[in-house]
């Protein structure tokens, strides 16, 4: 089984940063793809970004690339997602996820979810 537990998140003016962790517990991290999605009220969950754990590729979603960076810590088991410029429509509660596989894309199902983060940006 897998757990993950957000933090990091809160407050921020338009433009600011914000740099969100997830540590993950699991059996083995050989096969093991993790990811952010964001949720904001009356919207469908949305992906954000994701990483393989053991090769350390990375997908984006359009609306966040350029802006935020994903990377993990393998000998902490946690994983970031660095925001940066962030804007008010940035503001959703970031889950993580993972999944025991290496493919990264959202077209395939992320199986385990964290409690999720506020994130919310003023404007």
């Known amino acids: 089984q897998v757990q993950l537990a957000e933090s990091g998140g809160g407050l921020v003016q338009a433009g600011g940063s914000l740099r969100l962790s997830c540590v993950a517990s699991?059996?083995?991290?050989?096969?093991?793809?993790a990811a952010w999605f964001r949720q904001s009220p009356g919207k469908e969950r949305e992906f954000v970004a994701a990483i393989n754990w053991m090769v350390g590729n990375t997908y984006y979603s359009d609306s966040v690339k350029g802006r935020f960076a994903i990377s993990r810590d393998s000998a902490k088991r946690t994983m970031f997602l660095q925001m940066n410029s962030l804007k008010p429509e940035d503001t959703a509660v970031y889950f993580c996820?993972?999944?025991?596989?290496?493919?990264?894309?959202?077209?395939?199902?992320?199986?385990?979810w964290g409690q999720g983060t506020q994130v919310t940006v003023s404007s």
């Open positions: 699991a059996r083995s991290f050989d096969t093991f793809a």
């Open positions: 996820a993972a999944r025991l596989n290496d493919y990264i894309h959202p077209r395939y199902e992320y199986n385990y």
